[in-house]
């Protein structure tokens, strides 16, 4: 399994760009596709993007089309997500996630097939 950190996050006015960072560690990101998903609060966890292992497949939820970008340097076993254009309704924790694919096609956007989990960074846009 990784271990993963989330660094990046912070307080930014509405129309402002953050860049998300997701170090992994404890073994290579090459096997796994990798996911970003945000959690306000009294809110559930949901899907923002994900990556595929070989950065072919790049979901993005309907929300944050046009706006995020999901990015990935196996070489750094670091995982990116650019947010441009903030909105206030983008304040969350935002968490990256893990997926073990033999396959190296999926991207998955369902919480639960996530394996490897970091504990978040927060991200807070101001009106």
């Known amino acids: 399994q990784v271990q993963l950190v989330e660094s990046g996050g912070g307080l930014v006015q509405a129309g402002g760009s953050l860049r998300l960072s997701c170090a992994a560690s404890?073994?290579?990101?090459?096997?796994?596709?990798m996911g970003w998903f945000r959690q306000a609060p009294g809110k559930e966890r949901e899907f923002v993007a994900a990556?595929?292992?070989?950065?072919?497949?790049?979901p993005l939820a309907d929300s944050v089309k046009g706006r995020f970008t999901i990015s990935r340097d196996s070489a750094k076993a670091t995982v990116y997500l650019q947010m441009n254009s903030l909105k206030p309704e983008d304040t969350a924790v935002y968490y990256c996630?893990?997926?073990?694919?033999?396959?190296?096609?999926?991207?998955?956007?369902?919480?639960?097939?996530?394996?490897?989990w970091g504990q978040g960074t927060q991200v807070t846009v101001s009106s």
């Open positions: 404890g073994g290579s990101i090459r096997r796994y596709a």
């Open positions: 996630a893990a997926h073990f694919d033999p396959t190296g096609v999926v991207a998955e956007e369902r919480v639960d097939l996530y394996e490897n």
């Open positions: 990556i595929s292992r070989r950065e072919d497949y790049t």
